[in-house]
């Protein structure tokens, strides 16, 4: 139990740092990252979890997220975006056909699922957008 916790604090840390670093980085993505964090947090450290939702960058996108299973218009282009680019890369990179196939249907189903997140726009205007 301990062991478990541990982790899921260690890698709801990592993931709120990557988040953290997406503000600044066009090619990271923040709200998975924040989304991922709240997650380990959740069932790990009520207190964390407590904070990054009262948090004003992050509060309002796990909020949205748990209330609504919807993202904003903007964030879901900017994924996109993100995706398409750093799986055209890896495709690009990776020496065999068979890893070039497997990730494009990776990218594929990936999108299929994310553009079908529904879109919620009464948050547009807040911080986490901009």
């Not at 709801?12 to 988040?19: N, R």
């Not at 600044?24 to 923040?30: D, E, R, S, V």
């Not at 890369?89 to 065999?96: A, E, K, N």
Request: net charge positive; charged share 15%.
């Amino acid at each position: 139990m301990i062991i478990r916790r541990f982790f899921l604090n260690l890698i709801g840390g990592l993931s709120l740092c990557l988040g953290i670093l997406g503000i600044f980085l066009p090619i990271l993505p923040t709200t998975p990252f924040v989304l991922l964090s709240s997650a380990c947090f959740m069932r790990s450290s009520p207190r964390f979890h407590r904070w990054l939702s009262e948090h004003a960058t992050f509060g309002p996108i796990i909020t949205n997220w748990h209330q609504y299973r919807a993202v904003s218009q903007k964030v879901k282009w900017r994924g996109a975006l993100v995706m398409i680019a750093s799986f055209s890369f890896s495709i690009y990179v990776v020496p065999h056909d068979w890893l070039k196939i497997m990730l494009l249907v990776m990218l594929l189903g990936l999108l299929s699922w994310f553009i079908r997140l529904p879109v919620i726009e009464h948050l547009a205007d807040q911080e986490e957008n901009h």
